[in-house]
């Protein structure tokens, strides 16, 4: 389960803050206002929940420029402080993505938060704009373009951008005539002056968060423009959120975070590597951690030319593309994934396949990819040239097989039909001095290097826990005990250790 939720919420593309529209710039005076209606707490619907979740809705601006115009309704939830007398406010979980919600995850992660935490704070989940049981936004993908080794960009197995090209053309076309005047008004800050809504809502002067990859971005954003607002920030698994000024070659944040695989899947794959070749392993696939990557490499090859056909699966046959999405996805959660990545190489070398993995209900996935689309495109401008990404490709496969030019390829972004109006909001250290970040060493989708540029940019105002682990989510997932106590003890007394630490 925790490693289908973090496929599903982390599609791990964390996107530059920008507003569609002529608008100001978000300020908490201009965004929110101090006062906001109360929100009515209703049972909420669903299965497996904790019986004490409930749910509400608040009504946000769609555009921030014109905040008497349409609304949209976000869908909030919460569980009350298990100990009133102890309760300091309220602790926002911010899903990744984009394209994930937290609206649930209030009973699923909270059960997982030490009791001082949840004697500590109200958990509030929500839904974002176009997300799930808020107003949702759906471009109508085709049914192909929902698999992962679509939306993730691979190249032909020569190299060739045209069919990425092609279907970049093909899903931002979608999202023009069926993702209504939503699909428009969904990026990063829009996310933030939401947050501050549900602030206000609440009643709460000021918020904190727990804000994991695509959520850490915004939870730093939220810190940016709304400095007063936050209380205790938790940034996890971090992007590179100062990409936009840092490289604006690479058009902002989005494309800058996709870039970040190739590093990522490479800091993981030594790890893998001495799993894969441990004496006694039952899924070992060499003797020597030395054998596996050429091994790797080969298959995929071979599946290129050969695929096998794969009943049941999205798509239905066993390629080298997914051969190496499986890989990415594998590295998120070593627990589970290493297994099962070595189980699919073993069959695929003897040229058969596992049973199909159950795929997920397609309006989900319809959904998630379609907000992930509106926000990475709203949020930066990307090149719109094949010969550029050609030539992206052209550099990455070379110099990182194991993506094989992924990481620098088309998305609907390239074709998308609406122009970034607003530029990114700049990460500085002009944020309050209540940050605190944790960050694996070795993270498949956003890499350490990332996130050390994103403590740099936050200064003395931040401080950096870096776990020795491996795979994505660090606090209470893939990161270590050391790392949680640190946190746990954070979130709870605000006690926040005086410099960086590495937990081995």
Known sequence: ?????????????????????????????????????????????????????????????????????????????????????????????????????????????????????????????????????????????????????????????????????????????????????????????????DIDRIRAALGERRLSAWGVSYGAYTGVVYSQLFPRRTDRVVLDSNPDATAATAHPELGGVPRATWTGFETGVEDVFPVFAEWASAPGNPDRLADRAGQVRPLLLRLAARLDREPIPWPGARPAELNGNVLRQAVVDAFYDPGEGFPGLARLILHARAGIVPPAPEPAPEPLVRNALSVALATMCNDARWPSSAARYQEDVDASRAAYPLTAGMPRNAIACAAWPWPQREEPVRITDRVPSTVLLVQNERDPATPLAGARRLRAALGARAVMVTTDSTGHDAYLGNGNACGDRIVSRYLATGQRPAADVRCR
């Open 1 to 193: 389960m925790k490693a289908e939720r973090t496929k599903r919420n982390v599609l791990v593309i964390a996107v530059a803050a920008a507003v569609l529209g002529p608008t100001v710039p978000f300020t908490a005076t201009a965004a929110t206002p101090m006062t906001s209606r109360p929100l009515v707490w209703e049972k909420c619907e669903g299965s497996g929940l904790d019986p004490r979740q409930e749910c509400s809705t608040v009504e946000v601006p769609m555009d921030y420029s014109d905040p008497g115009g349409e609304k949209v309704a976000l869908a909030v939830s919460r569980i009350r402080s298990e100990k009133p007398s102890a309760r300091r406010g309220a602790l926002l979980l911010i899903a990744g993505g984009p394209g994930g919600g937290s609206l649930d995850e209030v009973s699923t992660k909270g059960r997982t938060l030490p009791r001082e935490v949840r004697d500590t704070y109200d958990l509030i989940g929500f839904d974002p704009r176009g997300v799930g049981r808020s107003d949702p936004v759906d471009c109508g993908l085709e049914s192909g373009d929902l698999d992962r080794s679509t939306f993730f960009p691979w190249p032909a197995p020569d190299g060739s951008v045209d069919t990425n090209m092609a279907t970049a053309r093909r899903t931002a076309d979608a999202c023009a005539r069926d993702g209504g005047e939503l699909a428009r008004h969904i990026s990063t800050a829009d996310n933030a002056g």
